[in-house]
């Protein structure tokens, strides 16, 4: 999959002067006094500005982190990647797991601010994380899920583990997500804390009530 790069769009109005076709030159005595100088000061583009400026526009563009593991902002989240998600999430239907999806949660990852981690084995994509800045944290792991014929391969661990060193050269050192306490994902999340030596905490508290009544975890990891 092929990915353009995004062109810069010029600032209007920046480093312009609008000049009247016949000015008064500054310090010339008129009836109403002097006309002071009013000619606008070149405004330097600061290094901090410049290295800003990139950091936003690495933020659009996919990013790869691992061989398998790539980020996708959410304006880059094109209708083949949702296509391929949508089949992992339909393949889930079918699976004792399918109440623990939500199914429309996909269609948020194009929305500003959104990220999805995608893995791939050749052009498949078989897994996937969405995250979003959610209750306080910058980073919050709206779903994750691995298609049913690919788990128990390890590729959770990594999602997880990709996210973590993501969210470290960002300067983040915490993530968090919910969910149900009758999920089997519990177990995997419990987990983490002994199989990614890269998580120094994993912590769980009794986490919001679900809209159909049941009780949810809150997981944060600490790196």
Do not use: C
Request: no cysteine.
């Amino acid at each position: 999959m092929t990915t353009e790069g995004l062109e810069a769009q010029p600032l209007a109005g920046r480093n312009t002067v609008n000049v009247d076709s016949n000015p008064i030159p500054a310090g010339t005595s008129t009836e109403g006094g002097i006309v002071p100088d009013t000619t606008p000061v070149a405004q330097e583009t600061t290094s901090k500005e410049i290295e800003t400026t990139k950091t936003e526009a690495r933020g659009l563009e996919i990013s790869q982190l691992t061989e398998q593991i790539s980020l996708v902002p959410h304006n880059q989240f094109n209708d083949a990647i949702k296509a391929q998600i949508n089949r992992i999430n339909a393949a889930i239907a079918q699976t004792p797991d399918a109440p623990f999806v939500t199914l429309d949660l996909v269609n948020r990852a194009s929305q500003d601010g959104r990220r999805t981690l995608i893995y791939r084995i050749g052009d498949e994509i078989v897994g996937y994380l969405l995250i979003e800045p959610y209750a306080g944290y910058k980073i919050y792991i709206v779903q994750m899920a691995v298609s049913p014929e690919y788990r128990s391969r390890g590729i959770g661990r990594e999602l997880i583990l990709a996210l973590a060193g993501y969210a470290r050269d960002i300067g983040i050192d915490k993530f968090a997500l919910d969910v149900k306490q009758t999920n089997p994902a519990v177990r995997f999340y419990d987990s983490l804390r002994n199989n990614i030596p890269e998580i120094r905490d994993v912590e769980r508290q009794p986490g919001d009530r679900y809209e159909d009544g049941s009780l949810g975890w809150r997981y944060t990891f600490r790196f």
